[in-house]
Nanobody, 126 residues
Framework: QLQLVESGGGLVQPGGSLRLSCAASWLTLGYYAIGWFRQAPGKEREGVSC????????NYADSVKGRFTISRDNAKNTVYLQMNSLKPEDTGVYYCARSIRAAACVTIDREDFGSWGQGTQVTVSS
């Protein structure tokens, strides 16, 4: 069974950067994707970004386009989320998950993902 472990969270000032990592127990080529999600206190978990493991195609939520970049290193079984120009509204627990349905990256809907990691806290505050 695929296991995912997030890391790289922390406290950063507005305008700063962080790089999150999602380490997988395995990441063989296949017709699935890895998505990043976040959940702020009192809010629902929302999709942030997604990458196809086989093709490398990506998708982003409008709120992070131009600031976040998702990438994968298949040799290291790791997916990254580079977050730049961070804003206080980016604060939350960030999770990675594997798609369980085809075309999951189109909408980055949490219902299309499973095998969730434990999450890593990101706090953007001065």
């Amino acid at each position: 069974q695929l296991q995912l472990v997030e890391s790289g969270g922390g406290l950063v000032q507005p305008g700063g950067s962080l790089r999150l990592s999602c380490a997988a127990s395995w990441l063989t080529l296949g017709y699935y994707a890895i998505g990043w999600f976040r959940q702020a206190p009192g809010k629902e978990r929302e999709g942030v970004s997604c990458i196809s493991i086989s093709s490398g195609s990506t998708n982003y939520a409008d709120s992070v386009k131009g600031r976040f970049t998702i990438s994968r290193d298949n040799a290291k079984n790791t997916v990254y989320l580079q977050m730049n120009s961070l804003k206080p509204e980016d604060t939350g627990v960030y999770y990675c998950a594997r798609s369980i349905r085809a075309a999951a990256c189109v909408t980055i809907d949490r219902e299309d993902f499973g095998s969730w990691g434990q999450g890593t806290q990101v706090t953007v505050s001065s």
